[in-house]
């Protein structure tokens, strides 16, 4: 056997049928091999005093399949009482053959239970180098003070799966680390409420275009066209999510179905990872890291780049349309979007200030009045602000100017004096008419940099300055009725108040109701133009962007709640949630080579979109599962997303957080290719949005820190500064594969309190490598881990990567390193390119030539 391996597994046997645990330990090269993973069963399982365990173990010759009968060595099984009741629970077990003939050896099952180790219980284990194999057995019960096990853990990550492992430090002391990994119920259902979200908002963007009224035959013909354009994607979807209300299984998307068309809402494999270091004498350090696909539209493919070439040629082709529409640029619709929002959310809370204005009158008390009022004011001042932006005026005279019948007043002058038509007026201001009553390609083009529509499409301002509309009038009714309240202390009778009030209130909401309505129309008719102006790739590319921040949306979500959960009594930790934001850090390790350009595109613009979400902490309604899980509210241009805690997790946190306050997120993304992908992109392909991407999100994270330094618990910290100066001057090297990029961008966000999410394609093997090197760096740094067990550390901790989200999933290709029976084709770099020229033929000749003999030598 020293010239094979050995492998352990550990079967949970529970009559009437026996479950697999799924736990594989590999020692290569030795014949007395010691086993350092433990073995944790799940909260959930039935674990009770007469519950079987099975041991056992097999050989490996020549890289075969060990799981298999002719490669058994022998196995052993006790119960949980045998272990429970054991001389300091822990048994020495015979390795009986599979006729119970002979004794292979021994296995020695010790328990443990985290939580519960003093220094000397730790002590101990130098004594212990002849244990072979460990067992760790934890209670099912977790309690409120648990991290890893509680109630509000268990409501939002289901089937963890725990390793358990021992190290020695520098020190001679033993260290226990416990690995623990998790599904998130989130992976279904934050898409699945934004699909919902995004069928609300087209069916009333739908009604919207609806009550524009009635328009000349070419707008309106153009407006049926938009709608037939929503309802296409509103059946989509609705389709979409009537499937995906019929799944049941796993909490999580692998990556086999990452090309179905149902399922491109779904994070791949979206997994939490914890780290719990416990050593003698210091306080328990957790790490948390989510892993996740790359946020990306798989079902749809790469052929043609990823959103983020494909948005910019969208608007070149949109531009070059637009004679059949206004052109509005993606900074003035994403305004209009704004407006429009700000106009929903502010009405009803003047509804609601007048109301309240009205039965403080009731009152003989003239303070709350005043405060009421000033509310009231307030809230109309923004009203006001933001209605008074030019892009509303604009777009109100556009939309006069798309009524039936409209004629401009340069045309109907020119008709009832034609021959005193001006002999200098451009070509351009002869016909300056909207495209209303004509065919749109009639209309001549003009582009201006000056204005955010086109100057032949619209009117002037003073062609119709009745359309001023009513700001003046909503300004002018505002100030009297300032002018009212404040003057309240001079009324003798508060009945004449009363009175006097409820006329001032009955005219500002008569204003807001129809300056309200007149915005929301105009505006409408701006994102009309938007929705004219684009082809059949326009909605191709709304739905691949929805999801795609779909994806992205759910594995923040995940971060957000498993850091908020970790950090309850962390003072400084919730102080800066309220005070500056949650940095969420995406690690990727996608190359800059054929498809994976696409998704690199994709995953950018996702990330990006990411700054449209704010979060807030509520109270649950109960401690059920149900009420534990985070919601999902708003539309595209702003989303909320509400994760509730428990009454006493709740009424523990600072005032602002239970006010309701909004939680900004701050998300960066870093990316450096590792696979030898990235080595032909780096030797003859083109790295530059790898380049630009990492200095983009370095000055993000320059600018964040920059904010973050006024919180008195950063002030001390001068070690983030020296590690962003040596990011700065590790992203500006041109270095191949310079994965130090990576690392200390992951150092700087733990140490700003931030999320860490690691991505590869399917979050698999790259992944996998990513993560456990940084754990056993972190061990090593951080735990003082002997360097001696560093390689040990990380072989034990990469011994079961097939638990990554994919058991047994073999035909990936990225599982390269694990995979067995892996094809030798992938090892091969690609024919077309290296048949550029006869020397890269031949060399690709002789790199074949050298594999194919080493592999089977």
């Not at 890893?148 to 289901?158: E, S």
Request: charged share 20%; aromatic share 8%; with cysteine.
């Amino acid at each position: 056997m020293s010239s094979g391996m050995l492998a352990d597994s550990c079967w949970f046997i529970h009559r009437p049928h026996p479950l697999t645990l799924c736990l594989f330990s590999s020692l290569q090269g030795s014949r007395d091999p010691m086993f350092l993973t433990g073995v944790s069963f799940p909260p959930d399982w039935p674990v009770y005093s007469e519950t079987l365990i099975k041991l056992s173990v097999y050989g490996e010759n020549n890289g075969h399949h060990w799981l298999t009968s002719s490669n058994f060595l022998g196995s052993s099984s006790f119960s949980v009482t045998d272990l429970l009741k054991s001389k300091d629970q822990q048994l020495s077990l015979s390795l009986r053959t599979a006729d119970d003939s002979a004794t292979v050896g021994t296995v020695v099952v010790s328990r443990m239970k985290m939580g519960e180790i003093e220094d000397g219980e730790v002590d101990h284990f130098t004594t212990d180098m002849h244990q072979k194999c460990t067992l760790v057995y934890e209670s099912s019960h977790g309690s409120v003070n648990d991290k890893d096990n509680g109630p509000i853990m268990n409501a939002v990550f289901k089937n963890a799966v725990c390793k358990v492992y021992r190290f020695q430090t520098v020190d001679s002391k033993w260290m226990l680390v416990r690995e623990q990994m998790a599904e998130c119920t989130l992976s279904f259902s934050i898409p699945k409420q934004l699909i919902a979200l995004y069928i609300q908002e087209d069916t009333c963007r739908i009604q919207e275009l609806k009550d524009l009224g009635e328009l000349s035959p070419h707008w309106d013909n153009l407006r049926k066209d938009v709608i037939s354009r929503y309802d296409q994607i509103i059946k989509e979807y609705q389709d979409t999510l009537a499937e995906l209300e019929k799944l049941t299984g796993p909490l999580f998307k692998p990556s086999c179905s990452k090309g179905q068309k149902y399922l491109e809402f779904i994070p791949i494999n979206l997994h939490t990872q914890r780290m719990r270091v416990m050593c003698p004498r210091k306080t328990d350090s957790f790490y948390d890291v989510v892993t996740v696909g790359a946020p990306a539209a798989h079902s749809q493919g790469f052929k043609n780049g990823g959103l983020q070439k494909l948005l910019s040629k969208y608007e070149s082709e949109k531009k070059s349309t637009a004679y059949q529409c206004i052109y509005y640029p993606p900074e003035q619709t994403a305004k209009a979007r704004e407006i429009l929002c700000v106009v929903s959310q502010l009405q009803p809370h003047i509804s609601a200030l007048a109301d309240q204005l009205l039965q403080t009158a009731q009152q003989s008390s003239s303070q709350p009045l005043r405060d009421v009022l000033k509310s009231l004011e307030e809230k109309t001042e923004q009203f006001v602000h933001a209605l008074k932006d030019e892009l509303v005026k604009s777009a109100l005279l556009a939309l006069h100017a798309a009524r039936p019948g409209y004629v401009s007043k340069c045309q109907s002058s020119a008709q009832s004096s034609p021959a005193r038509a001006d002999p200098h007026l451009s070509t351009a201001e002869k016909q300056h008419s909207v495209c209303n009553n004509v065919d749109g390609s009639q209309t001549p083009r003009r582009e201006s940099r000056e204005s955010p529509v086109h100057s032949d499409s619209i009117p002037h301002h003073k062609e119709y300055d009745e359309e001023e509309w009513a700001s003046a009038s909503l300004h002018g009714n505002h100030a009297s009725l300032g002018v009212g309240m404040h003057n309240i202390g001079f009324f003798p009778d508060i009945r004449y108040v009363s009175i006097f009030q409820l006329i001032l209130v009955e005219i500002l909401l008569k204003c807001v109701a129809e300056v309200a309505e007149r915005a929301r129309r105009s505006v409408s008719f701006v994102l009309l133009q938007e929705a004219a102006c684009s082809t059949a790739q326009g909605l191709q590319l709304q739905q691949r962007r929805d999801a795609v921040f779909s994806q992205a949306l759910a594995a923040l979500a995940c971060g957000f709640a498993m850091r908020l959960y970790a950090g309850l009594e962390d003072k400084g930790f919730l102080r800066q949630l309220h005070a500056v934001g949650l940095v969420a850090q995406f690690e990727s390790l996608l190359s800059t080579y054929s498809e994976e350009i696409g998704m690199l595109e994709d995953m950018e613009v996702g990330i990006s979109d990411l700054h449209r979400v704010t979060f807030r902490i509520t109270e649950a309604a109960s401690e059920e599962a149900v009420s534990l899980q985070p919601t999902v509210s708003g539309r595209r241009d702003h989303y909320t997303v509400e994760v509730p805690l428990p009454h006493h997790a709740f009424q523990a946190l600072p005032e602002e957080l239970r006010e309701g306050k909004p939680l900004r997120v701050l998300p960066v993304l870093f990316n450096v290719g590792i696979n030898e992908q990235q080595t032909i992109a780096e030797r003859f392909g083109d790295i530059s949005l790898q380049e630009r991407i990492n200095q983009k999100n370095f000055e993000i994270l320059e600018g964040i820190y920059c904010t973050l330094i006024c919180l008195p618990c950063f002030q001390t910290q001068t070690d983030i500064k020296e590690l962003l100066d040596t990011l700065g001057q590790n992203v500006v090297t041109k270095k191949r594969k310079n994965v130090e990029i990576l690392w200390l961008a992951g150092m700087i966000c733990r140490r700003m309190n931030g999320i860490r999410l690691t991505s590869c394609k399917s979050a698999k093997d790259r992944t996998s490598m990513s993560v456990t090197l940084e754990q056993c760096s972190l061990l090593r740094d951080e735990h003082q881990l002997n360097k001696d067990y560093f390689v040990r550390a990380l072989d034990c901790m990469r011994s079961g990567l097939l638990a990554q989200g994919e058991v047994a999933q073999w035909d990936d290709p990225e599982a390269g390193s694990v995979a067995t029976n892996k094809p030798a084709s992938r090892h091969f770099y690609p024919i077309a390119l290296l048949l550029v020229s006869s020397h890269l033929l031949v060399v690709w000749l002789i790199l074949s030539l050298v594999f194919l003999l080493a592999k089977y030598q």
